[in-house]
């Protein structure tokens, strides 16, 4: 069974960093783009970085842009998201997904919590 399990998140001030993780099950991620998504309280769900499989080649949504990583380990069995220069819009449950261009491909999982608050 393909599964993803996300972990890293937790309560920072303003201005700190965290750095998530997404552990496939199961599976490598040598074939699969990857991607970070996150929920705020009241919002839809929306995309935030993902990693191509083939080159490596990355996108951000521009709210992070500058601020936030994504990278793989070279067992590409996890996924990371270096957050750094945090803000309180950032408060957010993050997901990770295998996807297809913009689409995710599997069934969410429990997520990670992410709050940033003074």
């Known amino acids: 069974q393909l599964q993803l399990v996300e972990s890293g998140g937790g309560l920072v001030q303003p201005g700190g960093s965290l750095r998530l993780s997404c552990a496939a099950s199961g599976f490598t991620l040598d074939y699969y783009a990857i991607g970070w998504f996150r929920q705020a309280p009241g919002k839809e769900r929306e995309g935030v970085s993902c990693i191509s499989s083939s080159d490596g080649s990355t996108y951000y949504a521009d709210s992070v842009k500058g601020r936030f990583t994504i990278s793989r380990d070279t067992a590409k069995t996890t996924m990371y998201l270096q957050m750094n220069s945090l803000k309180p819009d950032d408060t957010a449950v993050y997901y990770c997904?295998?996807?297809?261009?913009?689409?995710?491909?599997?069934?969410w999982g429990q997520g990670t919590q992410v709050t940033v608050s003074s």
């Open positions: 997904n295998l996807v297809s261009g913009a689409t995710p491909l599997l069934a």
